[in-house]
């Protein structure tokens, strides 16, 4: 047999096209081999270069911001500052009681975000350290070494409107 499993990504009609021959293919290698095979199809989650500046912004957060902890102001960890965020993206706390007493908060994993969700993330956090002063490494920012709409609502504050 030869590898045991093919990850495809379909971008448009005709290279779609291509790709499921080719899944087709390998399925059928597989079934003849006597393996079982189990497909599934969903949108495409967050992409690497989404993942590389999420991270860099979390540890821009972590480096620059001490934030309140068992009564404490405290640098956080990148991680830390994920499930801060995750936790504020969906307007949810969930806690959990732990194995050995105290508490555990429960956040969402960025993996399993869609590319869309994690631009909410990314904005969240990038209005967040807008109101916190973060000044924003070259690899945290967008294309335009500006976090989306930081311009337009920079220009609406100095104007006397609400950001």
């Known amino acids: 047999m030869s590898e045991e499993r093919m990850t495809l990504t379909l971008r448009d009609e005709r290279g779609a096209h291509a790709e499921i021959v080719r899944l087709w293919c390998w399925c059928k290698e597989m079934i003849s081999a006597g393996a079982d095979v189990s497909i599934s199809a969903r ?4 992409s690497t270069e989404q993942n590389r500046m999420l991270w ?3 540890t821009d957060l972590s480096e620059q911001l001490k934030w309140p902890v068992g009564g404490q102001l405290v640098n956080l960890s990148p991680e830390d500052w994920k499930s801060i965020l995750t936790a504020g993206l969906r307007k949810e706390q969930r806690v959990a009681a732990g194995i050995d007493g105290g508490w555990v908060m429960l956040g969402q994993r960025t993996s399993k975000m869609t590319k869309g969700e994690l631009s909410d ?15 924003w490494s070259v690899t945290s920012l967008g294309r335009n070494n500006q976090p989306p709409d930081a ?13």
């Open 43 to 46: 949108k495409s989650s967050r």
């Open 56 to 58: 860099s912004i979390l």
């Open 151 to 163: 311009a337009p609502a920079r220009r609406r504050e100095e104007q006397g409107e609400p950001a």
């Open 121 to 135: 993330l990314m904005e969240l956090a990038w209005a967040f350290g807008a109101q916190h002063e973060v000044r």
